[in-house]
């Protein structure tokens, strides 16, 4: 168990649709990133906040969005869903914001149909 | 931009092989980490390199991070079924230095 929790498990929704994926860091861990992961694909990452600020953007689609709140759980919502967004998105935490080792949620499986 | 890659894409062993798997970056990292993915699972953090030249040691595993700081190589030692899975390394890059770069990953197949 990583410490880090993402639900919900699994998503099934329509094209079109709007989703939220939330993710609950580890204890103490102010780093939060978003990564997704298409069928035997790498890891691409879309997302850091630090602290409840963003700190670094990768190849996220403007249809989705992110935040960190307060409390350092973090959310990542995706609109105007298509077929093409059907992933696995997973959810890192670490204690600072470089440079450290990254703990892994066991990831958000959206199907889009 | 920072581009990881990695090969082999693929790699079938039989059960008591060696395997290496090898990381390119375009850019100079500051640091370099490993990690493992079971199928069906999440990454796990293996090691992370910061030195030029750095070797660390895993019981089968040895992690080689290169002297300029661009390439880094994961080998294994007499390969068991539980080494399966994708192997990734990641780099830090972009404006801020935070993003964590994954590579492109190599899977893993033990062959009993």
């Known amino acids: 168990d990583s410490g880090v929790t993402q639900t919900p498990k699994h998503l099934i929704t329509a094209t079109g649709q709007r989703v939220t994926l939330r993710c609950s860091p580890r204890s103490g861990d102010l780093s939060v990133y978003w990564y997704q992961q298409s069928l035997d694909q790498g890891l691409q990452f879309l997302i850091q906040y630090y602290n409840g600020e963003e700190r670094a953007k990768g190849n996220i689609l403007e249809r989705f969005s992110a935040q960190q709140f307060p409390d350092l759980h973090s959310e990542l919502n995706l609109s105007s869903l298509e077929l093409g967004d059907s992933a696995l998105y997973f959810c890192?935490?670490?204690?600072?914001?470089?440079?450290?080792?990254?703990?892994f949620g066991q990831g958000t499986r959206l199907t889009v149909v | 931009g920072q581009q990881v890659m990695q090969i082999p894409q693929y790699q079938h062993v039989q059960e008591g092989e060696d395997f290496t798997t090898y990381c390119n970056s375009s850019t100079t990292l500051s640091n370099i980490q490993w990690y493992k993915q079971r199928p069906g699972g999440h990454p796990v953090f293996l090691i992370q390199?910061?030195?030029?030249?750095e070797v660390k040691k895993q019981k089968r595993l040895t992690f080689q991070f290169g002297e300029a700081k661009k390439n880094s190589s994961l080998h294994i030692t007499a390969t068991q079924t539980t080494d399966v899975g994708t192997y990734f390394c990641a780099g830090p890059g972009g404006n801020t230095g935070n993003q964590f770069y994954f590579g492109t990953g190599t899977s893993l197949t033990v062959i009993p």
């Open positions: 890192a935490s670490s204690e600072t914001g470089a440079y450290t080792e990254a703990f």
């Open positions: 390199l910061v030195k030029s030249g």
